[in-house]
């Protein structure tokens, strides 16, 4: 499962464990301090435009949308939050952040299962031929 974040401009730009780190904190963070977390939240992340990125993935695929969640097939999803965007899949994973590198590409991604994470601008590197 991977979480996409919109990360504010120049923050932890050269420190991608740290981010990694802070944002896993705040996705297993007890509810006595929710307040707290949400506050870190607004300071590290922008939020997404729902309403757009929906429009957006309805008229460049076929998947089907019900309620905040586009079906890829039977068992991989994509949800969409305003707070962060969640791919349930690796089968369709390319296609997908393809998507979110138009959308916005100071998107960082994690597997907090795996311990992995990335910038998506780094994984889509465009050249001049």
Do not use: A, P
Request: net charge positive.
């Amino acid at each position: 499962m991977y979480y996409l974040f919109i990360i504010k401009n120049n923050i932890f730009k050269n420190n991608d464990e740290y981010l990694f780190q802070i944002l896993y904190k705040l996705k297993t963070m007890h509810e006595e301090n929710y307040s707290y977390g949400i506050s870190l939240y607004y300071n590290i992340c922008n939020l997404f435009d729902t309403n757009t990125l929906k429009h957006y993935i309805k008229s460049k695929t076929n998947f089907s949308l019900n309620n905040n969640k586009f079906y890829l097939d039977k068992y991989n999803y994509l949800e969409i939050r305003k707070s962060c965007c969640i791919i349930n899949s690796d089968k369709y994973l390319k296609e997908i952040l393809c998507i979110f590198y138009i959308y916005n590409k100071n998107i960082f991604v994690c597997n907090f299962k795996l311990k992995e994470y990335f910038w998506l601008k780094n994984k889509f590197i465009v050249t001049n031929n």
